[in-house]
């Protein structure tokens, strides 16, 4: 029983044995490939013109009706036939002017065949599309400005380079102009930003026109060295720089204001001096009138020592005078001093009022700024030999000094 078992398996066997090897025979006499699944004729790499129209037959090694093709993430335009592989392309311009497709870029596409009843049965591969164009759609430069501008010294100006990109984008931009000016921010690429700041002394003082034209080129390539030229003309104008004219008025105010109080303290000394000689010319005039007086008094007494007195003393009065002259003489110089200190004095003071900053950007701060220059130059020579107060002052007394009654009246213009 053991043995008739066993000769019958081996029997089974090599039937099974024989009929695969017919099975095979007969399959390689009809032409079938009985190796695993692939693509015959697939082409790695398509190049497409635009506008134009691709028909290609994918063929496999199998029935192909026993598998279904397709594809993923294709570029729009891209399809497969699910049934027989046949793979078309139709590409419009329109796509590109969209900005749904690119020319010149490698588009990868996934490729798939499977079998309809057996999944593991199936094949996945990639092929690469590039569309091209000959026509040239040309890339420029376009700044976010217009092509003429104007901006005042100490002004930012600042824009944007954008690009309209053709068939060939734009990889690179570079800038020269007529005059030595350079971005603060780095230009190299589409959509960096130009940004230059106007120095105040851009324009020199010698200059007869006060403005002058920047031409400004940006000229941008592509990859084959084709290039675009962007041109931007500046205007840039004289301007005043508030910052350093402040400070340069402040400064020039201050000294002028500490030169009043100089002044001031000048003009007291003179005029103590003025009243120190009138004082004592008035001592020696009432000493020679009581003399005349009193001569007169004795020369009508009775007594003739008296009178003889009396006649001796309106000599000694008028001895007086010579004496007088000397010891005291008369102080027009000091009074002409007097007054021109106090007149340089007033006028310096209604320049101060009239020539105040108006705000912190008073156009007319040049103008005021001279003046006071002016002024203040022309009185320091006029009063160049005038003594100035080396000690400090105390501006609350001059002030009080200088404003008081007695002397307003002394020096007020009368009428004759």
Same mark, same amino acid.
């Given at each position: 029983?053991?043995?008739?078992?066993?000769?019958?398996?081996?029997?089974?066997?090599?039937?099974?044995?024989?009929?695969?090897?017919?099975?095979?025979?007969?399959?390689?006499?009809? %032409? +079938?490939?009985?190796?695993?699944?692939?693509?015959?004729?697939?082409?790695?790499?398509?190049?497409?013109?635009?506008?134009?129209?691709?028909?290609?037959?994918?063929?496999?090694?199998?029935?192909?009706?026993?598998?279904?093709?397709? @594809?993923?993430?294709?570029?729009? !335009? +891209?399809?497969?036939?699910?049934?027989?592989?046949?793979?078309?392309?139709?590409?419009?311009?329109?796509?590109?002017?969209?900005?749904?497709?690119?020319?010149?870029?490698?588009?990868?596409?996934?490729?798939?065949?499977?079998?309809?009843?057996?999944?593991?049965?199936? +094949?996945?591969?990639?092929?690469?599309?590039?569309?091209?164009?000959?026509?040239?759609?040309?890339?420029?430069?376009?700044?976010?400005?217009?092509?003429?501008?104007?901006?005042?010294? !100490?002004?930012?100006?600042?824009?944007?380079?954008?690009?309209?990109? !053709?068939?060939?984008?734009?990889?690179?931009?570079?800038?020269?102009?007529?005059?030595?000016?350079?971005?603060?921010?780095?230009?190299?690429?589409?959509?960096?930003?130009?940004?230059?700041?106007?120095?105040?002394?851009?324009?020199?003082?010698?200059?007869?026109?006060?403005?002058?034209?920047?031409?400004?080129?940006?000229? %941008?390539?592509?990859?084959?060295?084709?290039?675009?030229?962007?041109? @931007?003309?500046?205007?840039?104008?004289?301007?005043?720089?508030?910052?350093?004219?402040?400070?340069?008025?402040?400064?020039?105010?201050?000294?002028?204001?500490?030169?009043?109080?100089?002044?001031?303290?000048?003009?007291?000394?003179?005029? $103590?001096?003025?009243?120190?000689?009138?004082?004592?010319?008035?001592?020696?005039?009432?000493?020679?009138?009581?003399?005349?007086? %009193?001569?007169?008094?004795?020369?009508?007494?009775?007594?003739?020592?008296?009178?003889?007195?009396?006649?001796?003393?309106? /000599?000694?009065?008028?001895?007086?005078?010579?004496?007088?002259?000397?010891?005291?003489?008369?102080? /027009?110089?000091?009074?002409?001093?007097?007054?021109?200190?106090? /007149?340089?004095?007033? $006028?310096?003071?209604?320049?101060?009022?009239?020539?105040?900053?108006?705000?912190?950007?008073?156009?007319?701060?040049?103008?005021? /700024?001279?003046?006071?220059?002016?002024?203040?130059?022309?009185?320091?020579?006029?009063?160049?030999?005038?003594?100035?107060?080396?000690?400090?002052?105390?501006?609350?007394?001059?002030?009080?000094?200088?404003?008081?009654?007695?002397?307003?009246?002394?020096?007020?213009?009368?009428?004759?």
């Amino acid at each position: 029983m053991k043995k008739t078992g066993l000769l019958f398996t081996i029997v089974i066997i090599s039937a099974n044995a024989y009929c695969q090897v017919i099975y095979d025979t007969i399959q390689k006499q009809a %032409g +079938v490939d009985t190796a695993s699944l692939r693509i015959k004729n697939l082409n790695p790499y398509f190049t497409i013109h635009v506008d134009s129209a691709l028909r290609y037959q994918l063929e496999i090694n199998k029935d192909m009706s026993q598998y279904y093709w397709f @594809i993923k993430n294709s570029p729009v !335009g +891209v399809k497969i036939n699910k049934d027989n592989g046949l793979l078309t392309t139709k590409v419009d311009k329109s796509f590109f002017l969209s900005g749904r497709l690119k020319y010149d870029y490698e588009y990868r596409v996934p490729l798939s065949v499977q079998n309809l009843n057996n999944p593991a049965d199936k +094949v996945d591969t990639f092929f690469t599309m590039l569309f091209y164009s000959t026509e040239i759609i040309p890339s420029k430069i376009k700044p976010t400005v217009t092509s003429n501008l104007f901006i005042d010294e !100490g002004d930012t100006l600042s824009f944007k380079l954008q690009c309209d990109n !053709g068939s060939f984008p734009i990889e690179g931009i570079n800038y020269i102009s007529n005059y030595a000016i350079k971005s603060s921010t780095n230009i190299t690429h589409c959509g960096d930003d130009f940004t230059w700041v106007a120095p105040f002394d851009f324009i020199k003082e010698n200059e007869k026109e006060k403005q002058k034209k920047i031409n400004l080129y940006f000229i %941008g390539s592509t990859k084959f060295h084709v290039s675009d030229t962007a041109l @931007i003309e500046i205007t840039v104008k004289e301007n005043i720089n508030y910052p350093q004219q402040a400070l340069e008025f402040e400064n020039l105010y201050l000294e002028v204001t500490k030169y009043i109080t100089q002044l001031k303290s000048s003009f007291r000394i003179v005029d $103590r001096k003025i009243k120190k000689v009138k004082r004592t010319r008035t001592a020696f005039d009432l000493t020679s009138a009581s003399t005349a007086l %009193g001569g007169t008094i004795f020369s009508s007494l009775p007594n003739s020592n008296q009178q003889t007195a009396g006649k001796i003393l309106p /000599s000694i009065g008028v001895a007086l005078v010579p004496v007088k002259e000397a010891t005291a003489p008369n102080s /027009s110089y000091e009074q002409n001093t007097a007054t021109l200190i106090r /007149s340089s004095i007033k $006028r310096l003071e209604y320049l101060l009022t009239e020539n105040r900053l108006v705000g912190s950007r008073d156009p007319d701060i040049l103008n005021k /700024s001279r003046k006071l220059r002016d002024e203040l130059k022309q009185t320091q020579i006029q009063l160049i030999d005038i003594p100035i107060a080396e000690q400090a002052p105390n501006e609350k007394e001059l002030d009080e000094y200088f404003n008081s009654p007695k002397v307003n009246k002394k020096y007020k213009m009368r009428r004759k």
